[in-house]
Nanobody, 127 residues
Framework: QVQLVESGGGLVQAGGSLRLSCAAS????????MAWFRQAPGKERESVAA????????DYTDSVKGRFIISRDDAKNMVYLQMNSLKPEDTAVYYC????????????????????WGQGTQVTVSS
């Protein structure tokens, strides 16, 4: 069982930066692939970024490539999402997700592949 708690959301002007953090409980964090999803009002939840168990493989949705960076620190049981050059269309609730996997190099980008979810953190980007 893994519990996920996100933090770091807030209000920022367009062009600014935020770093989201996701703290995971449990002793086997390194066995989980991780991801960030987001859901804007009236829209479906979408994958933003994913990182493999071994941290060596990442995946990004096209709209954030070159602006967002996902990373993980297994020693601290943490996953981060560095968000730069933020745009109003990045406004959403951001969720951290985890899935236990036996494949160290695989990323997962579909929400139905994930077992554990955090409660979400709001990111609002003003124009």
């Amino acid at each position: 069982q893994v519990q996920l708690v996100e933090s770091g959301g807030g209000l920022v002007q367009a062009g600014g930066s935020l770093r989201l953090s996701c703290a995971a409980s449990g002793r086997t964090f390194s066995s989980y692939a991780m991801a960030w999803f987001r859901q804007a009002p009236g829209k479906e939840r979408e994958s933003v970024a994913a990182v493999a168990r071994n941290g060596g493989y990442t995946d990004y949705t096209d709209s954030v490539k070159g602006r967002f960076i996902i990373s993980r620190d297994d020693a601290k049981n943490m996953v981060y999402l560095q968000m730069n050059s933020l745009k109003p269309e990045d406004t959403a609730v951001y969720y951290c997700a985890a899935v236990l996997t036996g494949i160290p190099s695989r990323t997962y980008t579909r929400q139905n592949e994930y077992t554990y979810w955090g409660q979400g953190t709001q990111v609002t980007v003003s124009s």
